[in-house]
């Protein structure tokens, strides 16, 4: 068992996202521009982390951790804060290990997030 699911993160926690509104339209807008935005913040935060770009890094992560957590992606809101807190220590070594598992929690966001718009 991983880190994220001993936390009790969720994937995707559709009641976050309904608790930002009572109109169902612009729930779904907005996690459909979540999902639209998410390959690009998880590109740029690789592309700094791998240049080793600690502010630019920082900003990427918190531009993640911000919408995943307004959003409800509980996986990628935790590896958010994981990174975000290695960051701030400017601990690149740490924070390259840590985002090793983004693709793959981006890649279940993603799917938890088309299946909760499908709905």
């Known amino acids: 068992m991983n880190e994220k699911h001993q936390a009790g993160a969720a994937v995707f926690d559709p009641c976050v996202v309904a608790d930002l509104t009572d109109d169902d339209m612009f729930a779904h807008v907005f996690v459909?521009?979540?999902?639209?935005?998410?390959?690009?913040?998880?590109?740029?935060?690789?592309?700094?982390?791998?240049?080793?770009?600690?502010?630019?890094?920082?900003?990427?992560v918190r531009s993640l951790k911000v919408s995943a957590c307004t959003v409800g992606a509980g996986e990628l809101c935790l590896l958010g804060r994981t990174l975000e807190a290695h960051l701030r220590r400017t601990d690149l070594a740490h924070a390259r290990i840590a985002v090793t598992g983004l693709a793959d929690d981006a890649h279940r966001a993603d799917e938890a997030l088309g299946a909760y718009l499908a709905a």
């Open 32 to 60: 459909d521009k979540f999902r639209t935005l998410l390959p690009q913040r998880v590109r740029r935060i690789a592309t700094t982390l791998g240049e080793g770009d600690v502010d630019e890094a920082l900003d990427a």
